[in-house]
Each structure stands twice: as structure tokens, then as C-alpha cells.
């Protein structure tokens, strides 16, 4: 069946470091791709997103680019903030309206 | 922005009751689901919902879970006699389910606590 793959965390920055948290799929088919993000004692927020190969999908300084070939959609960031702490979820989806298959997530914490 | 809201916040009941969790899914979107994540770890699917039917649902879905759309506006989550391992987060979504706009987009969730 479809599965996900995340980094292991807790991932410990200093403020202004460089992110990368790797995520690789299986998943039949071409599936939309996702992040998303929980914030200490709250609920799923989308982060961002990409459907097709190559894409990017870009918000709040955050980048993943949908790899295809290596079934990858790594989540970057170039210089992370201590607001940036969160728990964050990579997640395909293999057709429209279908379920979200969620990676175990990986918890990032940013030090001032 | 529209947003998806759930009720209660925090559920606690006793082992053997009956829990109802309700949900109001943004109102245009046609697809419904719920999550689940027990503490500390990942966030399970459990059921999909679309066109008045489970379009899908997970092994965890079993006898003991039903969902129910009563009214066009709200949409819940039954268990029916609750156990000890149902104490979890449970996340409500929902989507438009188009090719552009495919996200779901979540609830703060009802943390669930079975004593």
C-alpha cells in the first residue's frame, strides 16, 4: 500500500539555519503531495502543496519540489525562526478527494 | 476565512459509553473525513465521506465506528461502546475535492480521553 517515509526527529536548529527534512513515497499513480504543519496544541494546517512532477510548492519561506524520479518532496527552508517550531507532516494523496496518507512526522525545534 | 470546527474540544468518558463527535466541514466542500492520533504518534485515517456514503475507510473503522451527516450542515463521528486505546485526537476535514483546490483543510480537533 502507500506509505511515507519522513526524517526522524526532533530536528534542533539555532534560529537562522538552514532547514531540510526529507520525505520519500510509495504511492501508485501520480499523487498530490503535502505539507503540513501542527503547531504545539493545535490542529493540521496546510503548508503547502504540489500535483504534478516538478512542481514546487512554496509559503512562508518553506519550499518542497515534487520529485518524481527519486519519489521524493523534501521540505526546505533557508533560514528558520524559533516560530518555525512545529511538528511537520508529509503526506500523498493518491487522487482527488482521497485519503491523505501521513508520514510518522518530524518534530523541529528552533533555538534563539 | 472559512474554517472547519469541531465540538467538544476535550471528551472525557467513561470505558463502555457512547461518544459522539461533531464536526461543521466548510460549506461548499463535497468530501468529508476523519483522523485520528493517539499521542506522540502519527495521524491515521480512518473514513472518507462523499455523496451521503463511506467512499473509503481504514481496518481501524471498525463495527464499533459510524459516521453520519444528519442535516447538510454537520458531520459526526460515533463510537459505540468506547475502549481504553480509543483515547486519541480526533481531526475532522474536509475538501472541495477539485483538481486545483485538492487539500483538505482540518479542525483543532477533540482530544478524546477514555477512563
Known amino acids: 500500500g502507500d506509505s511515507v517515509t519522513q526524517m526522524e526527529g526532533p530536528v534542533t536548529l539555532s534560529e537562522e539555519a538552514f532547514l531540510t527534512i526529507n520525505c520519500t513515497y510509495t504511492a501508485t499513480g501520480y499523487p498530490s503531495l503535502f505539507w503540513y504543519v501542527q503547531y504545539p496544541g493545535e490542529g493540521l494546517q496546510l503548508l503547502l502543496k504540489?500535483?504534478?512532477?516538478?512542481d514546487k510548492g512554496s509559503n512562508k519561506g518553506f519550499e518542497a519540489t515534487y520529485r518524481k524520479e527519486t519519489t521524493s518532496f523534501h521540505l526546505e527552508k533557508g533560514s528558520v525562526q524559533v516560530s518555525d517550531s512545529a511538528v511537520y507532516f508529509c503526506?500523498?494523496?493518491?487522487?482527488?478527494?482521497?485519503?491523505?496518507?501521513f508520514g510518522q512526522g518530524t518534530e523541529l525545534s528552533v533555538k534563539p | 476565512e472559512p474554517e472547519v470546527t469541531q465540538t467538544p474540544s476535550h471528551q472525557v468518558t467513561q470505558m463502555g459509553q457512547e461518544v459522539i463527535l461533531r464536526c461543521v466541514p466548510i460549506s461548499n466542500h463535497l468530501y468529508f473525513y476523519w483522523y485520528r492520533q493517539i499521542l506522540g504518534q502519527k495521524v491515521e485515517f480512518l473514513v472518507s465521506f462523499y455523496n451521503n456514503e463511506i467512499s473509503e475507510k481504514s481496518e481501524i473503522f471498525d463495527d464499533q465506528f459510524s459516521v453520519e451527516r444528519p442535516d447538510g450542515s454537520n458531520f459526526t463521528l460515533k463510537i459505540r461502546s468506547t475502549k481504553l486505546e480509543d483515547s486519541a485526537m480526533y481531526f475532522c476535514?474536509?475538501?472541495?475535492?477539485?483538481?486545483?483546490?485538492?487539500?483538505?483543510?482540518f479542525g483543532q480537533g477533540t482530544r478524546l480521553t477514555v477512563v
Open positions: 476535514a474536509s475538501s472541495d475535492g477539485s483538481a486545483k483546490r485538492t487539500e483538505a483543510f
Open positions: 503526506a500523498p494523496q493518491r487522487n482527488q478527494g482521497g485519503k491523505l496518507i
Open positions: 504540489a500535483t504534478k512532477a516538478d
